[in-house]
């Protein structure tokens, strides 16, 4: 398993940009599939989005697809989601997690290590 830490969430404005942050602690991200997730209260959580870290490739959810994108910051050792023109219903806990088999998958059970979650709130 790997450690990761998001960073960046905060109270944006309907129509704003945040950019969030996922970390990797004690190794590198190396071949694996890093994924986005978010859970609004009283929601299970959802898959937003993932990047493979050896190719850079990028798959959406719908519900973000063209406002949303994840990229690789290799001289951090991170993963980025900016996203832009924020709705309400995006308010929730992003998480970013990792599947440290290179798997890709967009279900939360295939994906091994998780970070704590950052708050994004989104307000009309």
């Known amino acids: 398993q790997v450690q990761l830490v998001e960073s960046g969430g905060g109270l944006v404005q309907a129509g704003g940009s945040l950019k969030l942050s996922c970390a990797a602690s004690?190794?590198?991200?190396?071949?694996?599939?890093v994924g986005w997730f978010r859970q609004a209260p009283g929601k299970e959580r959802e898959f937003v989005g993932h990047?493979?870290?050896?190719?850079?490739?990028?798959y959406y959810a719908d519900s973000v697809k063209g406002r949303f994108t994840i990229a690789r910051d290799n001289a951090n050792n991170a993963v980025l989601l900016q996203m832009n023109s924020l709705k309400p219903e995006d308010t929730a806990v992003y998480y970013c997690?990792?599947?440290?088999?290179?798997?890709?998958?967009?279900?939360?059970?295939?994906?091994?290590?998780w970070g704590q979650g950052t708050q994004v709130t989104v307000s009309s």
């Open positions: 997690a990792a599947n440290t088999r290179g798997t890709i998958g967009i279900k939360a059970f295939e994906y091994d290590s």
């Open positions: 004690g190794r590198t991200f190396r071949q694996y599939v």
């Open positions: 990047i493979t870290w050896s190719g850079g490739n990028t």
